[in-house]
């Protein structure tokens, strides 16, 4: 069985940047969110276009829906939602039949617990958080520290929100992970090669 | 300034196997709650002797109460378990200025956060802390699950209590530790080299 690790981590703490390290110093393949929506989006796009062919129909609706969410229902917006998730999950799954992975986010730690992955969560104290959003892109630059603030909770809300619906499990709680990693006061490339030692 | 790193760990989780083992791999000091309760005790015998010889008097009350609270006290008990803790802290705050250590239990995290110690949460789930009590030692033979896991809830409670009235601060909440290490699914031994990677 190939060795999964799941990476859930709090906005702004440095996760993807671990995780993309982390796989490096392994050689793992490495999926991110980013990564596995374009790959939903362009697999449920090609889906579409079979389908708009198959049928002889105009193709309609851009940007794409996925295939599911077409169907009658009784509320269309979970629906969709749900379908949304269940083609991430059928990708998440296919990663990780396919070789050594590191995954960040996307429930990966629980759609893939029958391969019994390595947990990991990355988080920070609020401070750091807010440090390392201002280092890493302009896109905040505007943001005075308080909207930063609540940009990062509204953000880490919704992950909380997307986890517990999907999983039942409260995120972020411990007992979920086998590694919790606080970033406050830590250099992330310093720290990688003792963790990637957990593996080898 | 000596490197130190302080170990909060639930009971049953093999805290104290991971500080003895991380402590060997690193070569620093170790010491846990029973070794620093056995200092803290023999200190105060010994400065009771000291007060009794001074004063004349028969040396009384054994086993000895430490010095402070024989004070006239409000509550003469809360008055004594301060005066247990004040000296632990004492004692602790020793054993970080002399050498680079390992430090399990006793509010260390807190107590020498002037240190900016490295702090590890060793933690695990029910099933897997019953295990580990029941291989680790006799004392335990006689009770049921039912009963382990009442006196582990127990347990963990007082911790909890002792934490948070010397601390002000959550017992176990991740966020006041820099590594959370869940040992469910660990041998302790296969995991000690890599983190000790992290202070080489």
């Given at each position: 069985m190939n060795r999964i690790i799941t990476i859930g981590r709090e906005f702004g703490s440095g996760g993807r940047e671990f995780g993309r390290r982390l796989a490096e110093a392994l050689g793992f393949a490495y999926y991110d969110q980013e990564i596995i929506s374009e790959i939903a989006k362009r697999i449920s796009l090609s889906e579409q276009y079979v389908e708009a062919i198959v049928e002889h129909q105009p193709s309609f609706s851009f940007p794409i829906h996925i295939g599911r969410s077409f169907y009658p229902a009784v509320n269309p917006a979970f629906e969709q939602?749900?379908?949304?998730?269940?083609?991430q999950a059928r990708i998440i799954t296919q990663m990780a039949a396919k070789s050594n992975c590191v995954i960040v986010g996307r429930c990966a730690d629980y759609i893939l617990k029958e391969y019994?992955?390595?947990r990991i969560f990355i988080y920070a104290d609020m401070e750091s958080k807010i440090k390392r959003c201002r280092e890493k892109g302009p896109e905040?630059?505007?943001?005075?520290?308080k909207e930063l603030r609540q940009k990062i909770t509204g953000i880490d809300k919704k992950r909380a929100k997307y986890y517990e619906?999907?999983?039942g499990h409260a995120w972020g709680d411990k007992l979920n992970f086998d590694l919790c990693i606080n970033t406050t006061q830590t250099v992330i490339k310093?720290?990688?090669?003792?963790?990637a030692r957990l593996f080898v």
């Open positions: 939602t749900m379908a949304v998730y269940q083609e019994r992955p390595f905040d630059e505007k943001l005075t520290d619906v999907y999983t310093e720290i990688v090669p003792a963790i």
